[in-house]
């Protein structure tokens, strides 16, 4: 389909299509997922369960979702209580871990909060944060990566309403696109398939087809003006390098924790998995360039199209943003080292032991306790490859990468830091976890950490 062909197929039923995040009918018009917004109600209900999603012609494959039969809706929240309610239908235990949350351990959602089949999870949460793009997702230990794989996942919008003040773009759909940025794997026929080998659990699982919210070959219609894109790379294993094929500026935003205290321009981004990012890009000048990635040989991960019946509303951008200030400092009440590794085919049968410390995770073994309230700092070395290290419970600052200021896409707060060598984060630990429930530290490419590259904590 060219352009013009695109754009005469939008003009009759896109925007209808868009508003009501209904039925995919023009077939390659990128949709939003549903969305679920809790601001008047309070409650959020999620209900996992199985499902057969056709990406690929008519083929179905067999997928898992949140109140829909792959990925799961849009959560809307804002700060205040939330009366959570999350279901399980399906037929093994599955957790919603809220990545990017900062609940208490109890309510976080990892490993030792499983909902059993037919059982039903109702965690009362307090909500008070900084507004961001969050994400959530089933956690449960050892089988994270094919569930999330099959689709338990997706996005939260914490707003607190004053992105007009901003002004900043914020019409969901419209000048405000979520973007769920996954790759999956194929067979012939064109049915999702997942089976794992050891060279994939070195890299993590990839794909040979790129999907956003789970459609492929989808093409995102924005309007002709600027257009907030909010990105996560919801991959098991791949880090994407992102960039538009016109090498137009994108406007940096916000990273995992919120607002920066400005925008930064970049031609690229690196985003690894768990990573989220918000970047403005000015389609004024009414050419829609593609999102590519590298590395090695660049793909395409989604074309834009303009719809000029879209309205742009925002004509500039932004100088300033309310962005907490990275205000972490002086010393720290403890230093850590977390050695992330991929133990040389030292186990059974040429298994690879994948550990932190030395140590593969365990259920039943706490790796250390932090002070409720201590700042510390924390040396991660990652080797072989490069890993995406996730801490569960805070939102830490990057203070160098490889002895080096941090990347553009690192300066702001972060619960996610790609790793590739070492980095020094510090953090301040404001939330409690029991050590029942304790926080995970891990790395998110999902098959290293169901292999054993997690650790977990209390923070009392
Ligand atoms: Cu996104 Cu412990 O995970
Ligand atoms: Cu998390
Ligand atoms: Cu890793």
Known sequence: MNRRQFLQRSTTAGAAVLAGGAAFATGHRLTMPPLLDTRSSGRMNLTAQA???????????????????????????QNGPLAARVENTLAE???????????????????????????????????????????????????????????????????????DERGLPNTYGIDDLSLVIQDRRFDGGGRMVYDPTMMDLMHGFGGNRMMVNGQVGATAAVPAGITRLRLLNGSNG??????LSDDRPMHLITTDGGFLTAPITV?????????RVEV????????????????????????????TSLAARIDRLPDVLDGVPLDLVGPA??????????????????????????????????????????VERWTIRGAMVAHPFHVHGVVFRVLSENGAAPRPENIGWKDTVLVAGEAEIIARFDQPAAPETPYMFHCHILEHEDAGMMGQFSVT
């Open 93 to 163: 235990p599955i957790s919603a871990h809220w990545h990017g949350l900062l609940v208490p351990g109890e309510h976080d959602g990892g490993p030792h909060l499983p909902v059993a089949t037919g059982a039903t999870w109702e965690p009362d949460m307090q909500i008070a944060q900084s507004p961001a793009t969050i994400w959530y997702h089933s956690h449960i230990h050892g089988k994270t990566a094919p569930q999330v794989y099959a689709g338990l996942a997706g996005l939260i919008h914490l707003t607190d309403g004053r992105d």
């Open 238 to 243: 791949r880090i994407y390098t992102l960039h």
């Open 267 to 275: 031609q690229s981004l690196r985003l690894a998995p768990g990573e």
């Open 51 to 77: 499902g057969t999603t056709s990406f690929i012609g008519d083929v179905a494959s067999r997928t898992a979702g949140f109140n829909q039969a792959f990925l799961g809706p849009t959560v809307v929240l």
């Open 333 to 374: 009440a403890k230093t850590r080292t977390v050695l992330l590794e991929m133990g040389m085919g030292g186990g059974m049968m040429g298994r690879r032991e994948f550990s932190i410390n030395g140590r593969p995770f365990a259920m039943d073994h706490l790796n250390f306790r932090v002070n409720l309230g201590d």
């Open 280 to 307: 403005l890009v000015d389609f004024s000048d009414g050419e829609a360039p593609a999102l590519m990635s590298e590395p090695s040989r660049p793909f395409t991960v989604l074309p834009f199209a303009i719809d």
